[in-house]
């Protein structure tokens, strides 16, 4: 069986995402994709420039501030 899953994420790219209701900005440095029935969910684990660790959903990440904010 061959799974193929596009992303528009990379390894050391800038993700931005919200956070206790802050907008909050941090480097890509993992990926976690898990699979249930006919779906996938992935997450982005992103260290901020405090060092600070986040685990984001995929679709709640975007690659600039301004995507971010016109999702609102």
Known sequence: ????????????????????????????YKMDITFEE??????LFVRDPDGNLSAVRERKAFISREQLIQSL
Do not use: A
């Not at 006919?38 to 997450?43: A, D, L, V």
């Open 38 to 43: 006919n779906e996938h969910r992935t997450y």
């Open 1 to 28: 069986m061959k799974i193929q899953i596009e992303t528009k994420f990379s390894f050391g790219d800038t993700v931005f995402f919200i956070e206790d209701d802050k907008i909050k900005f941090g480097v890509m």
